[in-house]
């Protein structure tokens, strides 16, 4: 006979999770007119492939993640350099997934230098996030006095298509540009503990449960804002203040979302699409 029991497990002493890691660097240059590859780097997940598109504008990268997601404990590194009069745009091959975090929080860092006359869009597909994940992101850019920079990043709270509600968890969002090595912008995102709640706050999302913030550094940047704020309509507001052009979008849903911020984009790009493994 055969009799059986259940052993308690002290979570102080639960085993440690492999955790991923993963970084990726990738430096580009010009030459005649076309921007081209100088130097790459990839350790652990971190992955960086470059596609080639013959519409789009300088060099394309596409970061990727082996991972599958991210929780808490991981870490993910992205650094990149375009070199005087270079072009790139940086992506990533699908929407990320933040899921559950059992301690600690996921840490993504994105640092970017762009050289005089030099272009840098980072352009990653939406994060989506999963009740209790933990991320923390922060968005560094040096910036030559005449460059380019573009900078967009979504969240999703949840997908509501598969009935998923983000009743608690982490999220803060830290980007700090500079240009000529002085301070022009600064923003601190922070939602934290029962995010649903906060969510449904008029001050905040009033309820929606998708949002982006995006960013152009650029010595026109005031041209683009009427033609910004005719692309997201009801979905948010956008302001122009010396070089800088800054904007938020809010939506009830990602797909809603995408569907605001592809016309930002392409606004805020000149015409210029969103990469195309958006719309894969």
């Given at each position: 006979m055969f009799q059986s029991?259940?052993?308690?497990?002290?979570?102080?002493?639960?085993?440690?999770l492999q955790?991923?890691?993963?970084v990726g660097r990738i430096d580009v240059s010009a030459e005649a007119g076309v921007t081209r590859l100088a130097r790459l780097y990839q350790e652990g997940c971190?992955?960086?492939?470059?596609?080639?598109?013959?519409?789009a504008r300088g060099l394309e990268a596409v970061l990727i993640n082996t991972s599958g997601g991210?929780?808490?404990g991981d870490r993910m590194s992205w650094r990149a350099r375009a070199g005087p009069g270079a072009a790139l745009t940086?992506?990533?091959?699908?929407?990320?997934?933040?899921y559950r975090a059992r301690d600690g929080r996921a840490e993504v860092t994105v640092a970017l230098d762009a050289a005089r006359g030099a272009r840098i869009d980072w352009l990653p597909q939406e994060s989506i996030l999963f009740d209790g994940a933990a991320l923390s992101r922060t968005l560094e850019a040096d910036l030559a006095a005449d460059a380019r920079l573009l900078a967009v990043e979504a969240v999703v709270l949840g997908r509501t298509?598969?009935?998923?509600?983000?009743?608690?968890?982490?999220?803060?969002?830290?980007?700090?540009?500079?240009?000529?090595?002085?301070?022009?912008?600064a923003d601190d995102?922070?939602?934290?503990g029962p995010i649903s709640a906060v969510a449904g706050l008029a001050p905040t999302l009033a309820g929606g449960k998708a949002f982006a913030s995006l960013l152009l550094v650029a010595d026109d940047a005031g041209r683009f804002l009427t033609p910004l704020r005719q692309a997201i309509g009801p979905y948010g507001g956008a302001s122009a203040f010396d070089g800088k052009l800054f904007a938020r979008i809010v939506a009830a849903d990602g797909l809603s979302l995408r569907r605001a911020l592809?016309?930002?984009?392409?606004?805020?790009?000149?015409?210029?699409?969103?990469p195309r493994i958006w719309r894969l």
């Open positions: 029991r259940s052993l308690a497990i002290d979570p102080k002493s639960a085993p440690a955790r991923a890691q993963g971190g992955k960086i492939r470059l596609p080639t598109d013959h519409a991210l929780t808490g940086l992506t990533t091959q699908a929407c990320e997934k933040v298509a598969m009935g998923e509600t983000v009743r608690r968890g982490t999220l803060r969002d830290r980007w700090r540009i500079r240009r000529e090595g002085r301070l022009v912008f995102l922070r939602f934290e592809l016309p930002a984009i392409a606004a805020l790009r000149d015409g210029e699409p969103a």
